[in-house]
């Protein structure tokens, strides 16, 4: 790949970036949009939604004709910022392969372990809508239950750093042996 710049005005600073930013806020607000979006979805005047939020805990359950739609506190980083795991699956489909829900196999998807590849913010966002919008008529959804991380590394995508978290360490290779003096607690606090 070969590319030119031009710039106006001989003396400017200039920055290229590898990618637009996409702040942890973003994927935050991004999540509440949806929850938004599914609280309206399909609504039936005859149907009752049962939802629960509970803003100690940053739970949150929808529960609908068509589909389940959970989120959990998975655990608080080291600056006491949430990570959210989302649970979705149909609650009744239409779908003539439906599995029952005790049969359903888990699919697992996660995105921003390393704080730097924001890409993974936006291809999680394209997934996330794909699945809320078709809540109550995918066959994803009626066969799977689908669990996704947004953000596995808050602290490093808030202070900007590029692969590593809060505590320096990348949390794609680091191990925690029991000869070492690191404790769990380093990386992550429930």
Known sequence: MNFELEFPHADD??????????????????MFEVES??????????????????????????????????????????????????????????????????????????????????????VFEGFLDKLAENAGDSAVLSNYVVKMVPCMNPDGVVCGNYRSSLAGVDLNRQWILPSQDLHPEVFYTK
């Open 13 to 30: 600073t200039v920055y290229l970036a590898y990618s637009r930013p996409y702040p942890y806020s973003k994927i935050i607000s991004h």
């Open 37 to 122: 979006k599914l609280e309206l979805a399909k609504a039936n005047p005859n149907e009752k939604l049962k939802a629960k939020e509970n803003t100690k805990t940053f739970s949150l359950k929808l529960t609908k004709q068509a589909f389940i739609y959970e989120r959990s506190l998975l655990c608080r980083t080291i600056c006491g910022l949430p990570v959210p795991k989302i649970s979705i699956t149909a609650n009744r489909s239409s779908a003539p392969t439906s599995l029952p829900l005790f049969k359903r196999q888990t699919i697992f998807v996660t995105a921003r372990v390393h704080p730097g590849e924001t890409n993974a913010s936006t």
